[in-house]
């Protein structure tokens, strides 16, 4: 829920900062511009867009935020496809207002072509990018058991000796959740680093909605995961509980 406040807050002041406040040394491409080429530009007009985009994102994330308070579930997919999209968006609508793209027809000069690929590989490599986390994030948890040690495989994975192992328990419940800061959270999908209010920093590997979860407390840090179901999660339990007696 902070997380979405967070960056709602973050992206708004963006917005207003280049919007109303004309810090245009923000703006991406303008800041490198020589001062002959920034004549060229309504950066005023680019401000607008620019000023909406940061409104329209930051009102999605606090609504995220606040539907996510109210419980509802998997809200991530969509906010980051909504951003996404606006950004496509964003980068299309304002090169019109870019003399330096067009000549006094309406055509594209040799310079604003360059540009305009330019854009359109920055955008790709994002989807790429954002399409690329979400898979990997809302894959399974598996594991890779050695003579020594354990690998949970993935984002975020790690290798873990068996001899670190101090604690390990099986909870039917989820410790409660207090703070994501450095994970992701794709609809019940949990990896990375998350605050709990029972163990404090903890990092996850879990689907929330397929309890049970091994908790797991070495020498170095505390670990919170499930297998893809509830037999192969009691499972693993059980051979964990083994390397540890």
Request: aromatic share 14%; net charge positive; no cysteine.
């Amino acid at each position: 829920m902070w997380f979405y406040f967070l960056l709602g807050t973050i992206i708004i002041g963006m917005g207003l900062l280049v919007h109303k406040g004309k810090a245009y040394f923000l703006i991406s491409g303008y800041n490198t511009y020589s001062k002959e080429k920034k004549k060229n530009v309504n950066v005023e007009a680019i401000a607008r867009y620019m000023g909406l985009y940061s409104y329209l994102n930051g009102f999605i994330a606090y609504l995220a935020g606040i539907l996510t308070a109210l419980d509802v579930k998997n809200l991530m997919a969509p906010v980051i496809v909504f951003f996404v999209v606006s950004t496509v968006v964003l980068l299309v609508k304002i090169q019109k207002y870019d003399g330096n793209m067009f000549d006094e027809d309406g055509r594209l000069k040799k310079d604003g072509k360059k540009q305009l690929v330019i854009v359109g590989i920055i955008t790709g490599i994002t989807v790429i990018f954002v399409g690329a986390v979400m898979f990997f994030s809302t894959r399974p948890t598996t594991v890779v058991q050695y003579e020594d040690s354990f690998e949970i495989k993935g984002m975020y994975g790690e290798e873990v000796p068996y001899e670190e192992i101090v604690t390990v328990e099986l909870l039917e419940h989820l410790p409660a959740i207090t703070m994501r800061t450095n994970g992701s959270a794709v609809g019940p999908k949990l990896r990375g680093h998350f605050i709990t209010r029972e163990y404090g920093a903890v990092k996850l590997f879990l689907d929330k909605s397929r309890p049970p979860y091994i908790y797991i407390e070495t020498t170095k840090r505390r670990i919170v995961m499930n297998l893809q179901d509830k037999g192969k999660t009691s499972d693993f339990y059980e051979f964990l509980k083994s390397k540890v007696e």
